[in-house]
């Protein structure tokens, strides 16, 4: 019984994440306008991106094509000085079309929380169409909007292309979800905060200006 009782305590909060975060789900072609695309990190290789992360700035170009969002806010890890993470995003965007100007970077997303915080604080996003994989998107979502964000989501189905890796991640989920319960009660600090960043603000004016 104890057992059975752990279980569900264990599901339930990704099961309550996952169906909060669906009214907020949707794709490239009905995204409400905004003025900002958030594409998450998922990894990089010797300046290449993950085929998660290739696929993930996919969707952020077709935004930007499509007219959805004027600026892409690319959030990743750069803790190492042979670590970028947010600059392959950028080139990877680039060399889709996306015009550098119109691309942010933020170089301390080192986690999902971490990410909307600095959005929200460090940028001053209040808006914004989410990207990334659908197993991650409801988490990603949730935290954005406890952040102060009014964020919508655009997923990308991991499982066409790598189905073993897409269910394990899913497995995953399990404990970043209760991580995740735990920031959107405390709301905690950032591992790196600074400055409020300009960043989105001049990227609009020169979208203004184009």
């Known amino acids: 019984m104890f057992g059975a009782l752990g279980g569900y305590a264990l599901f339930l909060p990704g099961a309550l994440m996952y169906a909060d975060a669906g009214r907020y789900r949707t794709d490239v072609a009905h995204a409400p306008p905004m003025a900002v695309g958030m594409v998450f990190g998922a990894g990089a290789e010797n300046g290449s991106p993950s085929r998660m992360l290739y696929e993930r700035l996919k ?3 077709a935004l930007y094509r499509a007219g959805k969002v004027r600026v892409l806010l690319v959030t990743g890890d750069n803790s ?4 970028d993470e947010p600059s392959v995003m950028r080139d990877t965007l680039v ?3 996306v015009p550098q100007t119109r691309i942010v970077l933020d170089y301390a ?3 999902t929380w971490d990410s909307c915080a600095r959005a929200k604080q460090i940028f001053g996003v209040d808006r914004a169409i989410l ?12 935290l ?8 919508w989501g655009v997923g990308d189905d991991s499982g066409r292309y790598a189905a073993t890796t897409t269910d394990s991640l899913y497995v995953r989920e399990i404990p970043a979800v209760l991580k995740a319960t735990y920031e959107v ?5 950032p591992y790196y905060l600074g400055p409020r960043e300009t960043g989105i603000r001049r ?8």
Do not use: M, W
């Open 95 to 97: 060399a889709q079309g």
């Open 59 to 61: 969707l952020g170009a």
């Open 80 to 83: 190492r000085k042979d670590y």
């Open 203 to 210: 990227a609009l004016d020169a979208a203004g200006r184009e």
């Open 109 to 111: 997303g080192f986690s």
């Open 185 to 189: 009660a405390l709301r905690p600090r």
């Open 144 to 151: 954005c909007r406890a952040a102060g964000i009014d964020a």
């Open 131 to 142: 990207v990334t994989q659908n197993f991650h998107l409801p988490r990603a979502l949730t």
